[in-house]
């Protein structure tokens, strides 16, 4: 019991990596541990590209490109955040960023700098092994719930052999720039990439920790004893 909540509550958003390379047999067996993760009938509608080397900095350059044109029209396909935030979210929205930019040493209003570090995430933060998962345009929402819990199998699973993980919905507003690169099938919508390495334990940014609500803020007990 104690190994999985330590792999669940370690887990962190890593934002820089060591350039340690990950071996394909590891990212391999975290990927099938991550696959026992249950869905609607068993569809199993995830899919997904490991992207390491060459391969992986194709796709950086392409992605980059198109985000330093700043061009109209990246958007996702399946939208992530709503249109206009309210609390509590919006709020807690604020404290991650402000914490992160703190550390960073980034100050309100400074757009150059956020934007520089907003790029770092198309470089999968120099993690050493990048992953781009997509789903069928086809599937509904239940599948996108499905897909929740396989990714975060992924990164219990990482944690438990020692690496780090930093799920990244950014890179799904860029589909039009990674579709050519990874040969996507048009029914391939991107949900997000991940990036998986080794933290580099002295960079600021890593030092972030966020809190999370008690259970008791969120969920209401009834038929307990003593309430």
Same mark, same amino acid.
């Given at each position: 019991?104690? +190994? ?41 509608? =995830?899919? &997904?590209?490991?992207?390491?080397? +060459? ?42 960023? =402000? ?9 309100? &209003? ?16 120099? +993690? ?15 599948? =996108? ?25 950014? =890179? ?22 991940? +990036? ?29 004893? &003593?309430?």
């Amino acid at each position: 019991m104690n +190994a999985v909540d330590d792999a669940i509550t370690s887990r962190r958003s890593i934002r820089r990596f060591l350039s340690t390379p990950v071996p394909a047999e590891t990212v391999e067996a975290i990927l099938d541990v991550a696959a026992r993760a249950p869905s609607g009938t068993n569809m199993q509608p =995830w899919r &997904g590209y490991v992207l390491v080397g +060459a391969a992986k900095q194709r796709l950086i350059d392409a992605v980059q490109v198109a985000f330093d044109a700043q061009a109209p029209g990246h958007v996702q396909e399946v939208q992530y955040y709503p249109d206009e935030f309210f609390e509590p979210y919006l709020s807690r929205r604020r404290t991650v960023g =402000w914490g992160l930019y703190g550390l960073l040493g980034i100050a309100k &209003g400074e757009a150059a700098k956020m934007r520089a570090q907003h790029r770092r995430n198309f470089q999968f933060f120099d +993690a050493p092994v990048g992953m781009i998962f997509t789903v069928h345009r086809g599937l509904a929402t239940g599948s =996108w719930l499905d897909y929740g819990m396989f990714l975060q199998n992924i990164m219990t699973a990482a944690r438990a052999r020692g690496l780090d993980t930093c799920a990244q919905a950014a =890179w799904s507003h860029y589909h039009k720039a990674i579709r050519p690169v990874l040969g996507l099938q048009e029914e391939e919508i991107v949900v997000c990439g991940m +990036a998986l390495g080794y933290a580099d334990r002295d960079a600021p940014e890593n030092h972030l920790a966020t809190e999370r609500t008690p259970a008791r803020t969120f969920m209401r007990f009834e038929g307990f004893e &003593g309430g």
